[in-house]
């Protein structure tokens, strides 16, 4: 994959801020210090895309398979170690949990 070595640092993806953009009336989107750019509409200066424009398109977005796994897992070991944690009477099974838990989340960070 020959992909634009800042685009793996984004948090939103390429084609919600394409997508924002042409909503928008924004025109020359670019990439600068892992940011969005572009020119508003009747701008002569470019500006950084709100964020809270590209949440709002990212938010519809479905879960991927592999992302909606995570999840799975990460609710099945927080429930497990819950219940492990009262049974043994000892916080350690839920360190582990959440340890466990944080791992997997992250994983789905670009």
């Known amino acids: 994959m020959d992909r634009h070595p800042s685009l793996q640092l984004l948090k939103y993806s390429y084609?919600?801020?394409?997508?924002?953009?042409?909503?928008?009336?924004?025109?020359?989107?670019?990439?600068?210090q892992y940011q969005?750019?572009?020119?508003?509409?009747?701008g002569v200066m470019p500006l950084p895309l709100p964020t809270e424009g590209l949440q709002l398109i990212e938010l519809p977005v479905a879960?991927?398979?592999?992302?909606?796994r995570l999840q799975m897992w990460a609710l099945a070991i927080a429930l497990v170690t819950t219940g492990l944690s009262g049974w043994l009477q000892s916080l350690f099974p839920l360190?582990?949990?959440?340890?466990?838990?944080?791992?997997?989340?992250?994983?789905?960070?670009?």
Do not use: K, N
């Open 95 to 110: 360190v582990i949990g959440f340890s466990c838990c944080a791992l997997l989340i992250a994983a789905q960070e670009p």
């Open 15 to 32: 084609q919600s801020a394409v997508a924002w953009c042409q909503e928008h009336g924004w025109t020359d989107l670019f990439i600068e």
């Open 36 to 42: 969005y750019w572009a020119f508003p509409p009747g």
């Open 63 to 68: 879960l991927s398979p592999q992302q909606r």
